[in-house]
């Protein structure tokens, strides 16, 4: 595995890509072949028009009657004459005068910017107008009436989604998304790029086939530019400027990583919007649904969504906001209830809560599920809706990431697939439990026994959903009785907790006990599944430097961060197969700067899901560590 390369790959891919482009093949599987690879310059332009259906396409310019005599003729013209070449000058004029008499459309900048990297391409005019009218119809969202369209304010959502500091840095300053990067949207950052460039971010527009990668990729430019974008508190204008230049730092080495970064953050947003919105952004604007946009509190999701997560990977940490009442007749099995008239009869209470909600939650992502957060309502317009939006918006003013509210509330999630009788679902009397919490465990009649036939999996499942009730009953009593005894039994003292056999509370937020994993450097550097473990530095996705060791096992890559205030132990924030990494690249100018992408592999198709990246001093020995145990492993 070279750097810079997948870990599989034909040398003869290209011969395949001309074979399979003469064959008519898929659009799919053109994307298979180009997968982690760079589009050759050479087949550009038979690329483009496969992957965008124009071959032999008949276009508006056949019946074009060469009378330029738009109202807006006169900017078209001038605006052609930007074009040094007589022949691009004469096409640019007549496919705009074209396009513009047959839709209606008033003359924009835009269409300049969107027609110079098409007019580098070997075409016919002819064919030029199809691939400027399939760009338009396919990637770029359409305008609206009037300037502050819901496109904007999606982007803003995401933003919000992702990165809730930098999101209410540019909210407090009154900059909003359409003062800034209208021109991005509406030609794909064609008129901040050169031409070059420009064509080799629209390979992967054009490829993938993804209009909202556009909206991944404003954002990934202004995440990993917060650090600049903060320092800038109180000057508008030149906040302004500083956003306005950010494309125009775009390199061509730079489109490789920056297509990753956005797809990976597409990858890690709940898509259920896309569907929702896609008309109104990409085909024809709706104004209700336009308004609707406009309203948002933060990103929607649907309950199919949500639904399907539950069965399958569990991707949604659902906090159910709903009375005790409703919560405990009946609830996700594996939702959080969170009582939100506390923040207005007992803010106290209520932050003591709010605590143990995100200490659960990381539990929960250091398990490798719940990483988004959903805030969950009854549904119905009044108090409970209100205290939750309240609460959401407390979250989100403590800058904390991935927030979202289901739409339609629980009742939706009878309609997105889930039945009564689901195992989903925890039923239990209607007795609720004092202090507003979640159901006892003695009330819970978590979930129906298996059939007898019933696999050993299922058994597994049931029995894990169980406990986890239990565990979350003993949570919510310590949030909401924290003084209160059981009926029956009186618990331990907490100060004499010892553990396991011998335990009273499950969770104890008082005591300052050990974090799990913990351990000293110089017992992981003893340990017989160490190969190598070396002191770096990551980068995060603002750019900036963490200190951290990256430890290669035999058959893991695990990230050691350091343990405030206790020396030489560390503790492991993310940690990944060997298996998984599919590709190693390194930075020309800087070769110790180090990406590690993790995905799959499917022969020539390599879909990339996440990526760490590090300054390492010894950059050398630790990649050629790395591909030798992944080697070790394939061979075994």
């Known amino acids: ?302 309950p199919q969504e949500v639904v399907s997560s539950e069965l399958v990977n569990s991707q949604f940490f659902v906090v159910d906001c709903r009375s005790a009442d409703q919560y405990n007749a009946s609830h996700l099995s594996s939702a959080f209830h969170l009582d939100c008239s506390l923040m207005l009869q007992d803010p106290a209470q209520f932050s003591t809560a709010c605590s143990a909600l995100l200490a659960f939650h990381q539990t929960s992502v250091g398990a490798g599920q719940g990483e988004h957060l959903v805030f969950l309502g009854d549904g119905q317009r009044g108090e409970v809706e209100d205290n939750m939006n309240m609460a959401v918006s407390r979250f989100l003013q403590q800058h904390t990431k991935f927030i979202s509210i289901l739409e339609g509330g629980y009742p939706s999630l009878h309609s997105g697939g889930i039945q009564s009788d689901s195992k989903c679902l925890v039923k239990t009397e209607s007795t609720a439990v004092g202090g507003g919490g979640g159901s006892s465990s003695g009330e819970t009649s978590s979930l129906q026994s298996p059939e007898p036939g019933s696999g050993r999996l299922d058994q597994i499942k049931v029995n894990l959903k169980s406990k986890s009730e239990v565990l979350k009953s003993s949570l919510l009593n310590y949030i909401y009785s924290p003084q209160s005894s059981s009926s029956e039994k009186k618990p331990a003292p907490r100060k004499k907790s010892t553990g396991y056999k011998g335990t009273g509370d499950v969770f104890s937020l008082e005591d300052d006990e050990e974090e799990e994993g913990t351990r000293y450097l110089d017992e992981i550097k003893g340990a017989n599944t160490t190969v190598h473990m070396a002191e770096c530095q990551r980068i995060t996705e603002t750019g900036s430097l963490t200190p951290c060791h990256l430890l290669i096992t035999s058959t893991h890559l695990t990230t050691l961060v350091p343990v405030p205030s206790q020396q030489d132990k560390v503790t492991p924030s993310a940690s990944h197969h060997l298996s998984t990494i599919v590709k190693i690249t390194s930075k020309k100018k800087q070769p110790e700067v180090i990406t590690f992408k993790y995905g799959t592999s499917n022969r020539d198709e390599v879909t990339v899901f996440d990526m760490d990246r590090y300054y390492i001093p010894t950059a050398g020995k630790v990649t050629m560590l790395v591909k030798q145990q992944i080697e070790k492993l394939k061979n075994s």
């Open 1 to 302: 595995m070279a750097d810079g390369g997948g870990l599989a790959g034909s040398s003869n891919w290209i011969l395949e890509l001309e074979e399979a482009l003469l064959d008519e093949l898929p659009p799919e599987q053109i994307k298979v072949l180009l997968a982690g690879r760079s589009l050759p310059a050479s087949l550009r332009t038979d690329v483009w028009s496969h992957c965008l259906d124009i071959n032999g396409k008949k276009s508006k310019l056949e019946k074009f009657d060469d009378v330029f005599d738009h109202p807006d003729q006169a900017q078209i013209r001038q605006a052609s004459q930007k074009f040094e070449d007589i022949q691009d000058m004469s096409d640019v004029e007549s496919i705009l005068t074209a396009y513009l008499k047959y839709t209606g459309k008033i003359f924009g900048a835009e269409y300049i910017h969107i027609l110079t990297p098409i007019t580098r391409l070997a075409l016919s005019r002819n064919e030029k107008y199809c691939i400027f009218e399939s760009i338009l119809d396919r990637f770029v969202p359409q305008r609206t009436k009037v300037g502050d369209g819901g496109l904007y304010h999606i982007a803003r959502l995401l933003l919000l989604y992702h990165d809730p500091h930098l999101c209410n840095h540019l909210d407090s300053l009154k900059i909003n998304f359409v003062d800034f990067s209208s021109s991005w949207f509406s030609c794909l950052l064609a008129g901040d790029l050169t031409a070059e460039t420009s064509q080799l971010l629209w390979d992967s527009y054009i490829v993938n086939s993804d209009p909202w990668l556009i909206f991944f990729m404003v954002i990934t430019m202004l995440v990993n530019c917060r650090d600049h974008i903060l320092e800038i508190n109180n000057d508008r204008a030149e906040l302004l400027a500083r956003l306005a230049r950010l494309p125009g730092q775009i390199e061509a080495e730079d489109i490789p990583d920056l297509v990753t970064l956005a797809q990976v953050m597409s990858a890690r947003t709940p898509s259920s919007f896309k569907a929702k919105y896609f008309e109104t952004v990409f085909t024809c604007p709706e104004p209700e649904l336009e308004t609707e946009i406009k309203s948002r509190l933060c990103l929607p999701v649907s």
